[in-house]
């Protein structure tokens, strides 16, 4: 009887080995080995600790990382914390504590069960974005940034969110409401902090070209930034010196723009009110300040209300009247558009609710549509009602007409991008304080780079303001300062940078932690980065990546690094949730922890149970009682090992073939990230090898080894502890990744169906290249009871199936 499975006992042994003995190391025998960096999303320290959903993604890239270890890589695979922002002080205020307090007792027990893992995680490059010694590098960003240009000021209407009482950039509102808390989004008017990330906006969008990465989040990046060809068209406001510029995508439609629509934001929105209309203007205005883009985007009814004022149509002459409607946002174009209600559904709409004229310039066949009920919005026609242009074709005109516009002088040919700049302030006391002091004569002024960082003071009251002020604003000693370029009394910036400043950049530290003297050293850089692997959540696919992708590039123009993007090959794995696909969380009482399945089933097999509840792309529904068919077939690997291990067993053909068979199909489901059908083909080819087992009485040594070895990165510990078991000396991981032969991978004998006029018969075992003769021979001789009539035709189709057909 072999020793059973024993994983408390295995997994203990084998944590303390590689304590001692790293088997992840720079050099071996052969001297330096070529980096691979893998790379986890790291996370914030919740309060709620981790679940099974979490392990899912560190899983997945720690398998990666010992595959890429047994490849001959020396592996950079790093761990951290995201702990300034919203979710560490929103955690903190539920707490009663304070978040420095909170953050790091949350780090600690967090830290215990990423632990737990048995991840490659190189520990002595830890960082946490709360350390002064790493936002130093964050302050230093910015100071770099301002310096350059892309840090401003700006006061203007901002997502607010009324729980969380801080500003919100437009990708941290989601379907109206906040990303973080889920409270509907207001607009507040705030002095903020930007960043111009617009300048980047066409090497952002380019650039994913180069990028393997999934093309779902290629093309959200490429959405969200937007780019568009058209025309800013200026239209003269009628009695006044003000013109109003559009921006429009559809210049060749300027003939039938029958009114234009400002943002209620516009600057020029309120002063065009006339008399009559001023009350229903400002009631308008207020209101709107009240709802989100998103939702002011997604409204099904939409409003508006008339100025009073016209403009003046630059091609024809003809007055344009002037509304408001919160559909058109300030911060798109130029918060004014032009409205050509034929040819555009929502202009259509509007046109129809308030009775305003419409006009078709664009015609199937030149043919105007009598009494239109509804837009004609095909791209192709001939131009209708549009002087000079009649009769060009609207494709051809579209080119053309940001030029003519451009030449007689009433616009210009551009280019427009959705893409917005960040706002980058928090008022919040939880972030990295913003290294900018206002100066009374010299303005906004960056703190010195040899004075950085500016460390965040600790304060007992710590709550947000709601005031549009952060908590900082009230210690008079911290804010209250000297200006470093004029020497007299000045004050610092109170806003708080946002949890995405340290997330942008921080897998720039990890590889030169320690470094005083610089974000990170071009030795370190050139030898390690950038990330080769990058394995996290889709739902970062705009944010965080998008951020990060603009922080690096920013990084490269100055010099710091010489690359300019971050994550050569991306990897989003799926959302394990609970039962009826409901995200896990302790409001709903729903997570599932791992440390209870940890205890009962081991590690091993919790890590490939993970693996194995679908394709890891892909969301699916936990269910603990599939972690019993795991640990049955670790078990049943075990004893194979054990009940083979002493016998002097030869390796048949079969097991050759197997063997082959294995290597190939772990590693090719491996190399195309079919994480699932890995484990699903471990148990089949296990099988395979037990029943072999069972007629020659054991398996051969080498056949043993190989399944430890292509086992090691997915269960760690029972690889090394079988490795062991088997005479190797050293680790698992030293072995190097097995290669398979295809020849021996072939058939010998083949099973073949006989069939008489289409229906089978008999099945005959013959040789893989057994010739067309030699086959139907077998055959016949199978099926010949059965043959009453005269054969009229024979069909072999090799491997397949031998057809005699008889009359």
Request: charged share 30%.
């Amino acid at each position: 009887m072999s020793t059973p499975y024993n994983h408390k006992a295995i997994e203990k042994k084998w944590r303390g080995r590689w304590e001692e003995n790293p088997v992840n190391v720079k050099e071996d025998e052969n001297g330096k080995r070529q980096k691979y960096y893998c790379l986890d999303m790291f996370p914030y320290p919740s309060g709620n600790g981790l679940h099974v959903g979490h392990w899912r993604g560190y899983v997945i890239s720690d398998v990666w990382s010992r595959y890429k270890l047994l490849q001959g890589y020396y592996i950079v695979h790093p761990m951290g914390w995201d702990a300034f922002g919203l979710p560490a002080e929103n955690y903190a205020i539920k707490m009663g504590v304070h978040p420095a307090r909170s953050t790091a007792e949350n780090v600690e027990n967090i830290k215990r069960q990423i632990n737990e893992i048995a991840a490659l995680y190189d520990w002595d490059m830890e960082v946490n974005t709360t350390d002064p010694e790493f936002y130093k590098w964050t302050q230093w960003i910015f100071v770099k940034m301002f310096k350059e240009g892309l840090a401003y000021e700006k006061e203007f209407p901002i997502n607010w969110c009324p729980s969380c009482k801080t500003g919100l950039a437009n990708e941290e509102v989601v379907n109206g409401k906040c990303e973080r808390c889920g409270t509907e989004v207001t607009k507040k008017n705030l002095r903020q902090w930007m960043l111009k990330i617009t300048a980047y906006a066409e090497r952002l969008l380019n650039d994913l070209d180069k990028l393997d990465w999934p093309e779902k989040v290629k093309k959200m990046q490429a959405d969200w930034i937007g780019k568009s060809y058209g025309a800013e068209v200026d239209f003269p406001v009628e009695g006044r010196e003000e013109k109003i510029t559009v921006y429009t995508t559809r210049p060749d439609t300027l003939y039938g723009a029958t009114f234009m629509v400002l943002a209620p934001e516009h600057e020029l929105a309120a002063s065009l009110a006339t008399p009559e209309t001023k009350e229903a203007v400002e009631k308008y205005i207020y209101d709107a300040s009240m709802k989100s883009n998103v939702d002011r985007m997604q409204d099904k009814e939409k409003t508006g209300v008339f100025t009073g004022s016209y403009a003046v149509n630059p091609l024809n002459g003809e007055k344009t009247p002037i509304w408001l409607s919160d559909y058109v946002l300030a911060d798109y174009g130029t918060g004014a558009i032009m409205c050509v209600p034929a040819h555009d559904d929502r202009d259509f709409e509007f046109a129809k609710k308030f009775g305003i004229p419409i006009v078709q310039v664009i015609a199937k066949d030149g043919k105007e549509i009598e009494n239109m009920t509804e837009a004609y919005t095909e791209a192709n026609g001939t131009m209708i009602n549009s002087g000079e242009w009649n009769g060009m074709e609207s494709a051809v005109l579209k080119k053309e007409a940001p030029h003519v516009i451009e030449e007689r002088g009433i616009g210009k040919a551009t280019v427009n991008y959705k893409l917005r700049d960040w706002v980058f302030s928090r008022q919040r006391y939880w972030g990295e304080p913003i290294p900018i002091i206002h100066c009374p004569e010299c303005g906004a002024v960056p703190v010195p780079e040899e004075e950085l960082p500016l460390t965040l003071p600790d304060v007992e009251s710590y709550e947000p303001t709601g005031t549009g002020e952060s908590p900082l604003a009230g210690i008079e000693e911290w804010v209250n300062c000297t200006c470093p370029v004029c020497k007299k009394p000045a004050k610092r910036e109170t806003n708080t940078m946002p949890q995405w400043a340290g997330s942008s950049w921080y897998f720039l530290r990890y590889v030169d932690n320690h470094n005083s003297e610089a974000l990170v050293s071009r030795e370190k850089a050139d030898e390690m980065l950038p990330v080769d692997m990058y394995i996290g959540g889709v739902e970062h696919a705009v944010l965080h990546l998008l951020y990060s992708r603009f922080y690096t590039k920013f990084l490269c123009d100055i010099g710091a690094v010489d690359f300019d993007e971050p994550f050569k090959k991306l990897f989003n794995q799926g959302m394990i949730t609970g039962k009826n696909g409901i995200k896990m969380s302790k409001s709903k009482g729903n997570v599932v922890s791992p440390d209870d399945l940890v205890r009962d089933y081991g590690c091993d097999s919790l890590r490939m149970y993970e693996l194995f509840v679908g394709p890891p792309e892909l969301d699916a529904e936990w269910d603990d009682r599939g972690i019993d068919g795991v640990n049955r077939f670790l078990k049943r690997a075990w004893n194979l090992v054990m009940e083979s291990k002493d016998k002097d067993i030869k390796a048949t053909k079969e097991m050759i073939k197997v063997r082959n068979k294995m290597v190939y199909d772990i590693t090719t489901r491996l190399d195309s990230f079919s994480l699932n059908t890995v484990i699903s083909g471990f148990m089949e080819h296990n099988n395979k090898l037990i029943e072999i087992a069972k007629r020659e009485g054991g398996i051969d040594k080498e056949t043993l080894s190989t399944l430890a070895v292509l086992l090691s990165p997915f269960a760690p510990h029972m690889g090394e502890e079988l490795w062991e078991q088997l005479g190797h000396e050293g680790s698992v991981f030293n072995a190097g990744w097995p290669s398979y032969d295809v020849n021996a991978m072939k058939d010998d004998e083949v099973e073949v169906p006989v069939q008489i006029n289409g229906k089978t018969r008999a099945v005959v075992t013959v040789p893989a290249d057994v010739s067309k003769e030699d086959a139907i021979a077998a055959g016949r001789e199978a099926v010949a009871d059965k043959l009453t009539g005269t054969v009229v035709k024979e069909i072999y189709v090799p491997k397949k199936i031998i057809n005699i057909v008889q009359k």
